[in-house]
């Protein structure tokens, strides 16, 4: 499984997940990407992309929850 994170989100909050997740989970591929192309959602909300599936969510806090459902 590969995780993927768009670096303007992570000025936007979304860093503390990325960091949680990287320590939390070290054999899950994680990457930071300038930019994923999901640039209206990355504006409105936190979120990463696993494949090619955006996980959206209101908070950081909410995309941690939301990714860590699943991985399982």
Known sequence: ?????CT???KNGTKPVYKAMKSKYPDIKMKKKDCLGNCRTCKRESFAMI??????ASSPDQLYKELKKLIG
Request: charge should be positive; include cysteine.
């Open 51 to 56: 494949k090619s599936r955006s996980i959206c």
């Open 1 to 5: 499984m590969k995780i993927k994170y």
């Open 8 to 10: 303007r989100n992570l």
